[in-house]
Every structure is written in C-alpha cells, then in structure tokens.
C-alpha cells in the first residue's frame, strides 16, 4: 500500500491513508461494495482523544442529507454532535462499537469504522483533504477557541 | 441578618406527578423544621409583574432559598428581573455544587457590585438557589436547609449582654419587634388572593399557597454578571425585544414581543449572558460551566452549523411567521467574530499542549 500523506498538528502527525476517499468534516471513506465504510480520521481522533461514549440518533437504512445530525460522541477532552458527511443513506452501524467504542482510539483507520453510508456525493481526495487541513488549520483553532463562548 | 429563612418552593410548569410529590414532600418536610418560613408559588418564569406570586417574593425579606425547576443560574436571574435581588448564596446542592465551592477565585459576589453594567444596589441579604432537577428527596433539602438556617443565623445573645454591650440596629430591631421568636410572623403583605393550607401541622404553619394559574411566557432573561453591554443583542433581535434603561443598560423591554421557541439571541451574545429557562440546550437554558466548561465542544468540526448560522435561521423562521421578510445574514450580525483570536489562553490550548504532552 502507498504510504499514507501526514498532516502535522503540532507535534502530532496524523496520517491521512491513500486507500481513500474524505469528507469535510473529518471521516474517511473507504469503499467497500456498493456503500462506503465510515470513520473519524487521525485528525479527528487527536482532537477527541479516548472515546467513551457513541450514540446514534437514526437507525440503518435511513436517508441523510449533507449535514444532518446524526449522533453524539463523548470523549476525555471533548463532546459532540456527529453529522452526515455527504447526502446519501446510512446502512449499517458498527454495533460493536455502541459496546465498547475503543476501536476508534484504537484502530481508527479499520476497526474503528463507524458505519456504511450509500452515497453519490463527490468525495475529497486524501491530497485534497490534506490540503484542506492546512488551509483550515488557522481558522480551526480560531474557531474551537471561538466555540468556547457560544451555546 | 435575620435567622429566619424563607424558602420558596417555585412548582414545575406540568403537572407531572413525580415532580408535584417532590414538591408537596419538600413542603410537608420543611414545615416541620423551626426558623423557616416556607411558601410555594409557580413557576417562577412564568410570573408576571403583578402575579400574586410575584408580590409574594418581593414581599419577602431576609435571606431567601427559592426551590425551582430551573438551573440555579436562571433561577437567579429570573428573580433578579421580578425585582427580588440579593447576594448570590451558594448551596450544596447540585452536581457543580462542589466544584463551586472550589473553584479557584470564583468569588460568590463575584460581578455584583463593580460590573458596570450593573451597578444596582444589591440588598445585604443571601439568595440560594437550588435546581429541583438536582434534588434527591426531601430529605436532602431538610438537611441543606438546616445547614444554611445555623450558618446564616446570628448567634443567640443573651439579654444581659445586650444591657451591657451596645446592640447592632438589626439585633435591637429585631428584638424590639420579636421578630425570630418561636412566634411565626405575621404576615401583613401577604398575597391578595394567596390561600393557608387547611391543616396546620402542630410543629409550625403550614406553607403558604399561591396557586393563581400562570399561562406559558418565553423571554429572554440577563445574567448582568456576564452581560458586557455590547448591545450584540438589540442589534440582532428584529422584533424589539430589547431596550436600555436610563442608565444606558441593555434590558429586556417588551418581553411579549419575543418569539416562542426562538433562542437566537442567546447564540450571538459573545458571553452567552443571555439565558432562556425553557430551552432544551442547557448552554442556552442558563446552565453553569457546561459552555465554559471542562470538555469542549467539537460538533462544528463535524459539520454542526455554527451558533450564528443557527441563530440566523430561526431568526428568519420567526421573521417569516411573521409576515416579514428573511433577512439572512444582512441585519444585526455581530461583528466580534474576527477577532477570536485575540483570546488569552484557553481550554484549547491546554488541550492541544496536553496533546502533545501525552505519548500516543
């Protein structure tokens, strides 16, 4: 496998794999049949830290629009709504996370998967989510410093 | 101070069996416990300037313990707009409860006499206020009630003493009117319609009932600890909720003009000052620490509108309802949001250095 690009957060370098596809809002796309396996990638994990807690607001086999809040997610550092990454239906969920969310610390890129969305959405490529990343990296940490004082 | 306390019970807004059992077990419980003088209202956002209810509290002198459905922080506020004010007392009831008594440089009169956007008088009297939500059983409250009554009752002088020594004006008062006697205090401003309980128990009298009914209102209500007076929110709010008093001071002016349901406001002041009781967030419903608090929130990075684009939205919804036009981003937005970056250090920055501390 090609070696996976790097984006540097401090002195953490999170991976970005080559194998496939992103959104905008931190989850890999990795195609798998007609749908697409889910999850946070290591930009996303960084920031969260250990997960805890996972929930889900829909059940399988719902349709999404770009943006819909689909879920929330607790962790050491952090809470957070989840929503959908790309317009589209949401398959399957990975149950055993709902269990034991570890994976997502763990084995973010394979194990840790979240769920199976069917999309035709145009997707990021990991160059273009790489540089995604470092046009936003400024803004970001303005915007979680920002975020601290709204409701 | 005097040793009586007054404890308000404020009644939830439904009648939801459990919560009204709380309640009526608080009162039943209370009315037992000698030095108290305890009375249920409803609920307290619900009250309206000439509300039997209002009067009541605003009848009431000494220091206060109001029971509410409410998180302690709008509690406070919400009575701070009906006109009953005093010095934020803190309890030991609640999940930050002893976060708070530790927080470091968290000062329980913090904001309330320099902040210049509030530089009312605040009466030299305690006001506790407990979120029914946080309480176990009444059991609970008895026994933080009694904690607060030997903590905030001045010593018992006796008599002899007093000739000798030179009473304080408030202890001659109080012993020239027999006030804080075993006899329960008369009650000359109570409540026009307000009604006793049947039953008085032999060990003290019974609560004091006002029960007139109190229809649904939502408005927005300042926390004037926090609030910096940027005017963010006259200037956002289309449907002329706010206005300054003759101190220049942002206020709530027609409350009746707000918009059931729509928080907007709240989103856009920069100190999140700007509390509505009723909302399903907790951030917006006046909730402490859970904005400013330990974990952050990271639901913009996947993919969570920010608080303005929301608030622009339900903004327009209300401007629609109302016959209006949308006027989307072009009214009232605040112009605060480039400078974010100016902020000293924050959570975000101890996070990303314990980021990079940790060894993963």
Redesign the interface.
């Known amino acids: 496998m090609t070696e996976a690009l790097v984006f540097s957060?401090?002195?953490?370098q999170a991976p970005i794999p080559v194998d496939r596809l992103y959104a905008?809002?931190?989850?890999w796309l990795k195609p798998d049949g007609d749908t697409y396996r889910v999850g946070f990638t290591a930009y996303?994990v960084?920031?969260?830290?250990d997960v805890y807690f996972l929930e889900w607001d829909i059940e399988p086999g719902t349709s999404v629009r770009?943006?819909q809040?689909i879920g929330q997610i607790?962790s050491s550092?952090?809470?957070?709504?989840?929503?959908?990454?790309a317009d589209g239906v949401i398959v399957e969920f990975n149950q055993s996370l709902l269990d034991d969310p570890t994976p997502i610390n763990t084995s973010g890129y394979d194990a840790g998967w979240l769920y199976r969305l069917k999309t035709e959405a145009e997707l990021l490529t990991p160059q273009q989510y790489v540089r995604m990343l470092e046009d936003r990296w400024e803004d970001?940490?303005?915007?979680?410093?920002?975020?601290?004082?709204?409701? | 101070m005097s040793g009586k306390l007054n404890v308000v019970i404020a009644q939830h807004q439904g009648k939801n069996p459990g919560k009204r059992q709380l309640e009526e077990d608080i009162a039943a419980a209370l009315i037992m416990e000698p030095g108290l003088s305890v009375s249920i209202v409803p609920h307290l956002y619900d009250l309206t300037e000439t509300h039997t209810g209002t009067l009541h509290l605003r009848s009431v002198s000494g220091d206060l313990l109001v029971l509410a459905w409410l998180y302690p922080r709008a509690a406070r506020w919400t009575l701070d707009r009906l006109g009953v004010r005093g010095k934020p007392g803190r309890t030991r009831i609640g999940a930050g409860a002893a976060e708070q008594n530790d927080t470091s440089g968290d000062d329980p009169h913090r904001g309330t006499p320099e902040k210049p956007t509030d530089a009312r008088p605040v009466p030299d009297r305690f006001v506790f206020c407990v979120d029914l939500r946080d309480v176990e059983g009444a059991q609970q409250v008895v026994e933080e009630v009694r904690r607060l009554r030997d903590e905030l009752s001045t010593p018992v002088v006796p008599l002899t003493t007093w000739i000798q020594g030179s009473p304080r004006p408030d202890q001659m008062r109080r012993f020239l009117n027999g006030d804080g006697t075993a006899t329960p205090p008369a009650k000359p401003d109570a409540p026009r319609n307000g009604k006793r309980n049947g039953n008085s128990a032999p060990a003290g009298p019974a609560p004091l009932v006002i029960d007139d009914p109190t229809p649904r209102r939502w408005y927005p209500v300042i926390d004037y600890d926090r609030c910096t007076n940027c005017m963010e929110c006259i200037d956002f709010c289309l449907f002329g909720v706010y206005g300054v008093d003759d101190q220049a001071r942002i206020m709530v002016e027609q409350q009746d003009n707000c918009k059931k349901g729509c928080?907007a406001c709240?989103?856009v002041c920069?100190?999140?000052a700007i509390i509505f009781p009723g909302h399903k967030?907790p951030?917006?419903a006046g909730a402490e620490g859970e904005?400013?608090g330990l974990?952050?929130?990271?639901?913009?990075?996947?993919?969570?509108?920010?608080?303005l684009e929301i608030a622009v939205q339900e903004r327009d919804r209300e401007l629609i309802a109302d016959g209006r036009e949308a006027v989307g981003m072009t009214k009232g937005i605040p112009k605060r949001?480039a400078n974010?970056?100016a902020?000293p250090r924050?959570?975000?920055?101890d996070?990303?250095d314990?980021?990079?501390a940790?060894d993963?």
């Open positions: 957060m401090g002195k953490y905008p809002n931190h989850v996303s960084r920031l969260l830290n770009e943006r809040e607790e550092k952090a809470v957070a709504s989840l929503y959908a990454p970001t940490q303005r915007m979680l410093k920002g975020q601290i004082n709204e409701p | 928080p709240s989103r920069p100190e999140n967030s951030a917006i904005v400013a974990k952050i929130d990271l639901s913009r990075l996947f993919g969570a509108p920010s608080a949001q974010a970056a902020r924050d959570e975000l920055d996070l990303m314990g980021l990079d940790l993963l």
